[in-house]
């Protein structure tokens, strides 16, 4: 069995000798153990029985023959530290706690996150998984340290998939879809060692082909971020299923780890920024690690796709709106060679129908197959649900696997068959499909969420790596809040345009400042959040006596006034602000602003530091980007301008970071091309 230095938690997770403490959890890990064929040296620990499935047991951990290399503690949690403490002074390599009642179950009891900080102290700098965990299967060395019956089989090569669940874990290990799994892997508490150092270490196996993340809360992103980097160099690509989109995943997931999930969006610009792709259910995670475990990540999102159906092409084309994959045309200098295989009466589109022909001759649909895979396609899809192996004759559809092995074989080209309900992928098909380098797909939606985010990691790999991401410790005092007057030239000396205005302290006072800035003016009660909600707004003021009257009106509820030189007509208004975000820190948002706020769901996240082009990437995903370019033959916004009033704001959350708490400009007016940007509201929330 080899090792590798590269990461501290390899002899955990590659252990030549194994420990177990406890009664039945710690039996199964020995059964488990001896059902695949472990090849290191068990030691169970037991302080009365004498053997466990014909092992010797010890009495202690001082008793046993050495320090073990992994150890699986299946005890009450008071008793687990005490192991723990024991282990740790023995050398071992790294252990599983087992057991629940710490930080995971704060409400019911008390002394539970005081007891998880104990536990992580006994440790010292051993390496530890959990508490609340079920531990690891390694079939690649046939190491298991689980408590539970599994489904998985040894592998020479596979992908490694992470969680914080125990229960999808076992979930997992189940599946049926030809999916080799190397490593899989449970975190629990992640009160020591989280998923994303455990991934790194199971990715620096030379035999991980790619790893995949159910992910409730990160855990670090220190740690997150160097997984990236090693998945980088490497060439092995992670993809994440985040949870935590709905507000019932969120509560699920506070009361499951104890920890903060972090805003959606957030974490989907994290995961974006670092290469990391993003699914969004089990399927699309095992669907997508297969792809990529097959073909890796793909430099090209264009897809060709073939069927005996005319409905089956039409799933497949309606599947691919909304995703970012390409069904283009077929090559014009292919078509010949197909309408020859195929015959007259097949329409040659893409999605191709090529009809019932060619099927059950392998040769013609081989050639047919062939033909299309020689179009330059990322990947080419194939799709073909078997029937039932109990009561029906398979062998046609045999035959078409046979034809899409011949074209692959042939062309070399990236291919899939894909099944448009997973229970018409029979296992035994998959599994000779990925032997043979073809994709084996379950469900036709997966398929294209898998191509679409293979696609996404080549594109950003293909990039220079992002920057680290901007994290800065909060510091802990009062919270002061700046309305526009004491806002606005703070955010000036960073460079962000904001109307020439004066503060007038009485309604006449108000008047002068008018008369002296030239009409129209703008006039806003001062101290208040939300001043139009209160009637403390008066736009396109064009006299004095407008002036007098707006403010003498407004003394109800401000003592002081701004009065502002008015803005010329946007071409379109934008918030811009900054939030804090539990995980990665301050971070700017970008929407539709003025009243689109709370009309349409039009917003993005910007990590920092960012620069230009990120800032106009993120633009450009708003709808209301549009109005910007010149939506329907109105004039085009100031791009450039807004740009760098973005870039502005970006630099000052970057210097405050760590006491900014809030900042929003909102509206943020795009003036037309040429005129500039500007702010014309603002307000900051800032630790004093």
Known sequence: MTTNARSPLTR????????????????????????????????????????????????????????????????????????????????????????SGFAEAAAELPDGPALQAELVAAAGTMAMLGPNCYGFINMLDDALLWPDQHGMVHVDRGVAILTQSSNIALNISMQARGLPIAYLMTAGNQAQTGLSALAAAAMEDERVTAVGLHIESFDDLDALQHLARRARALRKPVVALKVGRSAAAQRATLSHTASLAGNDRVSSALLKRLGIGRVHSLPQMLETLKLLHVCGPLASNSVSSMS?????????????????????????????????????????????????????????????????????????????????????????????????????????????????????????????????????????????????????????????????????????????????????????????????????????????????????????????????????????????????????AMSAVAERFLVEKMAPKPVAELIVGALRDPVVGPVLTLGAGGVLVDLIDDSTVLLLPTNAQEIRAALAELKVSKLIEGYRGGPSGDMNALIQLVASVADYVADNATRLEELDLNPVLVLPEGEGAIAVDAFIRMRS
């Open 12 to 99: 955990l997770i590659r252990p030549q000798s194994i420990a177990v403490f406890g009664g039945k959890e710690a039996a199964r890990v020995v059964e488990q153990c001896g059902k695949a064929g472990y090849r290191g040296q068990i030691w169970p620990v037991h302080p009365t029985r004498e053997t466990v499935h014909g092992h010797r047991c010890y009495r202690s951990a001082a008793d046993l023959p050495g320090a073990p290399d992994a150890a699986f503690i299946g005890v009450n949690r008071t008793l687990t530290v005490e192991i723990l403490r024991e282990l740790s002074q023995r050398g071992a390599g790294g252990a599983i706690c087992y057991a």
């Open 308 to 552: 005996c159906s005319g409905g089956e092409a039409s799933l497949m084309a309606d599947a691919g709106v909304g995703k970012a994959v390409e069904f283009r045309d077929l090559p014009p200098q292919h078509l010949p060679e197909l309408r020859e295989t195929l015959g007259a009466m097949v329409t040659l589109s893409n999605p191709l129908d090529y009809h019932t022909f060619v099927w059950g001759d392998r040769t013609r649909q081989a050639k047919a197959f062939s033909s299309v895979m020689r179009g330059g396609y990322g990947i080419n899809l194939v799709v073909l649900d078997f029937p039932r192996a109990d009561r029906c004759d398979a062998t046609d559809w045999t035959t078409t696997v046979d034809a899409v092995i011949d074209a692959r074989r042939a062309t070399g080209a990236a291919a899939a068959i894909v099944s448009s309900l997973s229970e018409t992928m029979p296992e035994t098909v998959a599994t000779r499909l990925v032997a043979e380098g073809i994709v084996p797909f379950c469900g036709i939606d997966e398929a294209l969420c898998a191509i679409e985010v293979a696609h996404q990691i080549h594109a950003t790999w293909a990039k220079p790596a992002a920057a680290p991401v901007l994290s800065a410790n909060l510091v802990e005092t009062d919270i002061t809040t700046f309305y526009e007057e004491r806002a606005k030239p703070r955010l000036a000396a960073y460079g962000v345009p904001i109307p020439y205005g004066m503060v007038a302290d009485r309604p006449e006072n108000a008047v002068a400042i008018a008369e002296r800035l030239g009409y129209p003016v703008a006039l806003k009660g001062l101290g208040i959040a939300h001043k139009s909600d209160v009637g403390a707004v008066r736009l396109n003021i064009r006299s004095a006596g407008e002036v007098l009257a707006a403010a003498s």
